[in-house]
């Protein structure tokens, strides 16, 4: 990794889960268990039932919200609300990395497939509240998840992101893909590497990546 091959980006796109916090604070673990819960009791299924559709529409949709809306219309509202409603307390905020996100120069915003409440609460506790000039969620693509396209168009649009000189930290490579097409620089952030044509740049330490950028 090379400072010249980000020399040009001023817009920076930081997804949340697993992104800014690392995978070992296991937010999911709670996050699955209420989805499966929810599912549970608008569906009226069993939990093993409830447990396959929860990781078949997720792989097969982007996202459970999202398999949930297409084969059984549900209200996507009540359910971000109910899933996200988890507790922060063990996650730890990180000066170092709020110091080198607030050092990048141009836009920075957070784009999630979970809900905008739910991650201005993460950014909260981890200490990076007030270093971002948008923060997007499923919400503002109108319920469309990443990876599709379409969703990414709806919240670069709406948060003026000029996809030339921007740059998308990410920690899911299929949600990369876009980006790379529209013409961003990608990293894949994740404790290993997933070799692809459209991520360029991996890292298992966020915090000691922007530190070697700047």
Known sequence: MTKHAFSHVRHWVFDLDNTLYPPSARLFDQIEVKM???????LGVEKAEADHMR?????????????????????????????????????????????????????????????????KRVLAARGLAGLFDGVFGVEHAAYRPKPERAAFDLVFEKAGIDTQTAAMFEDDPRNLTAPHAMGMRTVHVAPEATPADHIHHHTDDLTAFLERLL
């Open 36 to 42: 499966t819960r929810y599912v549970m009791e608008v």
């Open 55 to 119: 990781s078949h529409y997720w792989h097969a949709h982007g996202t459970t919200l999202a398999g949930l809306m297409t084969h059984h219309q549900i209200d996507p509202e009540p359910y971000l609300e109910a899933v996200h409603d988890i507790t922060l307390d063990h996650l730890e905020q990180d000066q170092a990395l709020a110091q080198h996100i607030a050092a990048l120069p141009g836009k920075r915003i957070v784009y999630t497939n979970g809900s905008a409440p739910y991650a």
